[in-house]
């Protein structure tokens, strides 16, 4: 069984235009050989790596300093370490996407003092030129697009197990490494200084394991972070939202009539790029005091059935279940658009679609037409799953706000105090976090006022921060409803 | 000595309107006789109550009528006290501003079941006319504009000690009454079953007492409060800092270069107004986390001496001490507008402008020059006070909000099992906060959409409420900073 | 009869803090001697002058000094005039509102070579302490507060005949000036180089008298420049209608419902700013290319009777009579505000309100709450007059903006060769237009690029403009239909 | 010489996805036998046509749907025709892009009693299904997918001449067909009514053909129409800067500085969309009036050079040549996107960039990397051509409004009166222009006010429209500037 719990993690952060760039990537016709039969070596004679092909390297440099440009948190914590190495003996496990944003984090552990070891978290997700490039660097990559499932677990055996190399650290995405290590290798534990875990079902999964009293080690939770809450839902739906309905349908936003249901980050970041854009919006809530700040950001608070007969568009962002079901479904007006930005599959009902007497259509990528007997059609969108995901990208900027985070975690665990951190699940602590803000400000040529010493002692404040307490949080809804259910 | 701390509380919700609608109110001419002095009866023939003239009731219920139209959700809560009377046994002890959206507090509490004795929280807040109202309905009422430190006291006094009337809770706005209780009449806690407690200082003033171990009864923070919150921060300075700088300089916001120092909610309100009207905003900020906010949502971050040269007007929101101090204003350029929106007056150091060679202008009501030598000259708003509160008014929905937060807390201590609550100061739970909001979505005609059974489980939640944990909130910076020098 | 023809005029920039900087304005107890039967010296024992009280010249001074502070692009043409006097030898005899910013352009045209004498176009409007400040200058001024109309025809005759002085130019705003001549004077126009005109109605007059053949000399419609006519609707309105509506009635803007009646330049104006901070606007138009605009900047394009039910504010910018008639002020929600923004006071039908079964009741200067029987009310504001000039401030920037451009339709008339100029009514030409643009760009530390000679091959134009050919213009939808009636 | 005189031709309306939703039309494999070889027949039997493949007639009968769906206006007009066929009679040859929408249109030609032939107006735009459908339905249509530059001649050839068919309109993009008939078939004008084009380039043909007293035919220009203006440049541009930059780029949009050169319509669109992003957005502007209006809007007015070094977007939207030179390239920083919006390739200096120490790298379609010795690069879009028409797609309500421009200026030239149009260019008359704009609110559920008679009557205005006079324009500046150079 495949432990790719469900579509989020499977379409996160996959690049659409992977193929564009790189377009021997698709060619399947050029090699049909799996990697794992293939002999292959770097210009420098290694040869502890499997990947698709060696030769793609130039190619995935290129993309690697095209990320480098726009991920200077990194390339700021690079030049730091040209004095200080805080990871000199660490040696890094990591299972996620190998993308060009992911090699440069890679590559700044390593100037850090890491040695690292990856595999793929994602059986698609992998750009092979990139993975190349990394291996011509020297890094032990195992990873290449389209894996079997076989491939998947037997890239991530090969980073774990080497004899006389014991990793002490793990930065997984998804919890597949953290899964395999449990079950396979459960002695490497000992040697682990913690895990740094980036999704919501990594997370979630290693919360289960500390409940039950499982989790033998610290944990990480990066994923819950202010900074990269806010950039992963507000600030980036705001611009995703546009630019997946663009691609998909080419629709004009102006004057269009949109219903959002849900009122929390990631809805008002889609509300306030669309009211921006000269559409009318109207907002579904369930919360009150979510859909009183709705009703002060100028949008009509509604229920779905008084809207739904003349909206051109419909978009989920609940995290609940079932939100646009059949019955809204048979309501909508030809040509109504659908879509989901929520936080899983579940918004809009799309197994109630399935029925005989609608006819589907697929248009184009991503697109489906689905038309009613009458006629009527609606447009669905990525088959209900995250238009954000499936049919945009995720900005380098936003990735590498993730990057440096889970730099700065790993950073952390390696030089924590014994007895700092228990068996149990943390917060990237306040500072940490203000850190990975400071450091993306220089991108912005954006500059922060010092504290004089009067005013920190009136504030009571550190100088250095943290400039707010470690329960201070601008968690979203949706991070919030998936929590509980914890 | 008279214990109105601080310049927040003796100038909030003062409404600057007052004198217009009631030219009488000013008219110290007509009575010079002190209200104590004096012998007044209303219709009915009571006489439990001390204001200024009984004869202007009709004015101040005509003035209390306009209050109730926006005061939906006391209107509300009245409606339901037809069938139940939660507060029915209830003897309330009140002290805070004698206004027309008091008075509506005060006469739903009434149709709730409860009696109420009621003095001023400040000597110079009262509507005369609407202290008539009140007592021509037989509301004993100790209060009027313009008292002596003398006369202050002695209402309080008025209220809490009656032969044959005992209080059993309180309702107190910057902790006087809580004061004169504690030094008074200690015994009187033996019946009271909590306080509710709306002002910064008066909470602070609790948990000071909380910390000492001298609290003897449970008390209710309403002022920290997620709805009253955001809207005394957030939605309320979006519209005051464009009303006090409008009414005080009648500038023209459209291509004004403004630096805005702080970017919590207060600062986010007055950044997003001034955009939205042509103005060009720059921000300062001391933490990473808020200064990349600040670049994300399009402002350029930028330290006081980058802009101070250039910049049109001047308006600070940080909670901290001394933020414009003598070298940025020696620096401003002709013309440049001064004032703060903050927490307290300590924000601009006005206290350095009063040097020799600077010469000061008074212009208009709350509007100083500042005149250098070389004839430079900087017009100072509210002295350094904030404007919101000096140069505007707080509109009656941010009151209702209020003031709705104040009745359900008062009904939470009341009604609350023997020892849910300790001798502790507590915030309003969660789900009552959503309850006052919920009772205001009417005003907006908004819907708000129900959980289905199978989505609540989905969920985890109660189909009721509350929606999100007690942890979840929306805390502003200055709050915090506040409470943290607590 | 006194030629005041539209209450446009009685209100139009009329200084609602007068009274405030100046108490002794409204004291009509301290002098109820007629000017005109005083005898008054300045310090220099000058008395060519009529005013109130020639004390108040220092208190008028700095009101003045304050408006130069904002009329940058005057004192910019002031500086010019230290090397060349383009009025040198200009006799002006003046008809407007007799404030601190048409002082600032007095003032400015002596100091290009002018002669003036000034009289008060308004029985109101005058600023007794700035006409002390100019006669104590020097300038002969006619005017004060609270004229009879007597004394109105009086102070313009005074102007304009005096023995050994012959006016050459004419500035006149509403017409009465002109009228006055043509009247009594008709010898006059022969030396007249042309007539200078604000308002409109006298342009409307203007053009009545070109059309019936009986324009004796060349008139300038300043009216209609593309810069003051952008400044007058669109930029100053968006302003206006937050403050006309804020010191009015304190209304809270966020989340309520408006219906704004009209999609010209000036319903624009008060759409943006309204959405802006969180109304909730629908547009009724009767153009469907003003309509499909307002589509498209997202708001919903209705008929009033859609809306008028449940709207909270209904503002008119029609220019066009009866919009809001009886039938749809019947139907409005109890509390409804009401007013206009438009070109004149015919677009509610207010008269339609002065019914039997109506209360009318006066609230609050320029509020009236007219109730219904069955206790309904709606909030009326300045009688269906114009709410921008009521109850708000105009800017000195946009007054800056005309009196620029009268300075400088002078200096053109003054200038031109002989028979550029025919007996008609012409408007400002572009290149002048843009000239007063640019004069007021630094005030914004604006930097214009400038065209290299081979752009300016390219673009066929010529370097220095104008950029726009003279029938360019952003006309707005009232003042065409204004003029459509001439 | 193929007279397709510039980039704006080449790539207008070139539907970027069509190569997704029909693969076979770059599968230049299926089929390398020219149309012009094949013999082909519909289904019916017919062939008076030549186009890639008959049998795509089902899949392009789906895309045409799916245009019909957002092409309300012609819809409309199809409807009114079951009645009345105002082209009853009506023979147009036509030369335009053959895409969905076009297909759209000329059935509604077909629909209101015209016969059509129609050709390609560029060898590259042709969707080949579109025009498989076309055939299908018996059109005469001449078209295909990479014509050579003989096929685009013998392609309109055959449409003009037919024994026994005399075409008496002309609908032409571009003005090609027109410059054929005038080369070719001058005989053909005595039956030609009129003229309709719709290109800029076309135009301005027509223009140099009347006033060198060529044009032997009225000749209507339907670019210059108010509505077609409105939708082309500011509403358009304001989703496709965001969508151009997003295909090409994944630029985030938030926090980014911008310089938007260029103000006038195209501009405005921009510069709205970015701020409504979180950009800082600059313009420089060689018109005052213009620099004044981005001043109120809320950007700074800058010289290039004050902002060239730390930008990270420049945009060029001027209609001037060679803004952005070598000069300027040079002080980019690392990273720096150029793109252009404005209305032809010459804004930037791109030829400037061809020297050899620069490095070109090609990274994605219509993304070069332009690379400097030291290593700065900077990011040019589609090699300075129109961005928006390169990298975006135009959305199919903008083509409705033109190609229900194009429909009614066929009818109101085929139905005028003798006379009533010389052989001159004309602008589409008010009223149809209206008429268009109506056509579309209902897409937008807009309701238009009807004028009351005494309404009418006070405004002197036709109840009907037209609402505005003639001369009554939102010309943008870059449509007048290249109109001067006629």
Redesign the interface.
């Known amino acids: 069984l495949l432990y790719l719990a469900d579509a989020f993690i499977q379409s996160y952060r996959f690049p659409p235009?992977s193929s564009?760039?790189a377009p021997s990537d698709s060619d399947s016709a050029d090699d049909e050989v799996s990697p794992r039969e293939k002999m292959q070596k770097n210009s420098k004679g290694g040869s502890d790596f499997c990947i698709k092909n060696i030769k793609q390297a130039e190619f995935g440099r290129?993309e690697i300093e095209?990320a480098e440009?726009?991920m200077v948190a990194l390339m700021t914590l690079r030049k730091r370490a040209r004095s200080e190495k805080p990871l000199a003996g660490a040696k890094i496990v990591g299972c996620t996407h190998i993308t060009s944003q992911t090699a440069v984090l890679m590559e700044t552990l390593a100037a850090l003092g890491a040695q690292c070891r990856w595999a793929a978290c994602n059986i698609y997700s992998t750009q092979n030129a990139v993975a190349a490039a990394l291996a011509e660097r020297g890094f032990p990559v195992f990873a290449w697009k389209g894996e079997s499932e076989d491939d998947f677990w037997w890239c991530i055996d090969r980073c774990v197990s080497l004899d006389g190399w014991q990793a002490n650290l793990v930065l997984d995405d998804g919890g597949d490494l953290t899964h395999c290590i449990y079950k396979k290798y459960p002695n490497v534990f000992k040697y682990i200084k913690g895990i740094v875990e980036e999704s919501v079902t990594g997370v979630h999964r290693l919360y289960q394991l500390s409940k039950a009293g499982k989790l033998c080690v610290p944990a990480m939770n990066v994923n819950d972070s202010?900074?990269k809450q806010?950039?992963d839902n507000l600030?980036?739906c705001?611009?995703s939202i546009?630019?997946g309905l663009?691609?998909t349908t080419?629709?004009?936003?102006?004057?269009k009539?949109v219903v959002v249901c849900g009122y929390g980050e990631v809805g008002k970041g889609c509300c306030a790029?669309l009211?921006?854009?000269?559409?009318?919006v109207y907002v579904?809530?369930?919360?009150?005091?979510?859909?009183?700040?709705?009703?002060?950001?100028?949008?009509?608070?509604?229920?779905?059935s008084?809207v739904i007969r003349?909206v051109d568009i419909v978009i989920t962002c609940t995290?609940?279940?079932?939100?646009v079901g059949r019955e809204y479904l048979d309501r909508m007006k030809?040509?109504c658009i659908v879509c989901n930005m929520g936080h899983s599959n579940?918004e809009i009902d799309v197994a109630s679609l399935h029925t005989p007497e609608l006819t589907w259509?697929h248009?184009?990528?991503q697109v489906d037409h689905v038309i009613w007997p009458d006629g009527k059609k609606i447009i669905l969108l990525a088959e209900g799953r995250l238009l954000n995901l499936s049919c945009?990208?995720v900005?380098?900027?936003?990735l590498s706000i993730t990057a440096t985070t889970q730099a700065l975690a790993l950073i952390e665990l390696y030089n924590a105090t014994e007895g700092r951190y228990k068996q149990d699940v943390y917060l990237l602590p306040k500072k940490m976090?203000?850190?990975v803000?400071?450091l993306?400000?220089p991108?912005?040529?954006?500059?922060?006022?010092?504290?004089?010493d009067?005013?920190a002692k009136?504030?009571?404040?550190n100088k250095n921060?943290p400039?707010?307490?470690n329960?201070?949080?601008?968690?979203s809804?949706q991070s919030?409803?998936i929590k509980?259910?914890i």
Chains 1, 2, 3, 4 share one sequence.
Do not use: W
């Not at 809530?285 to 608070?301: K, N, S, T, Y």
């Not at 991108?443 to 004089?452: I, N, R, Y």
């Open positions: 235009h564009i760039t290129r095209i440009q726009e202010v900074t806010k950039f600030y980036c705001r611009e546009l630019d663009k691609r080419d629709v004009m936003f102006g004057g009539q790029a009211k921006a854009l000269g559409s009318i579904t809530e369930i919360d009150p005091i979510c859909a009183l700040q709705a009703c002060m950001d100028g949008f009509r608070v509604v229920k779905l008084q003349h995290g609940n279940k079932n939100v030809n040509g579940t259509e248009v184009r990528p945009s990208t900005p380098t900027f936003v976090d203000e850190y803000a400071s993306h400000l991108a912005f040529d954006a500059h922060l006022t010092e504290l004089t009067e005013q009136y504030l009571n404040l921060g400039f707010k307490p329960y201070y949080r601008h968690v809804a919030f409803r509980s259910t």
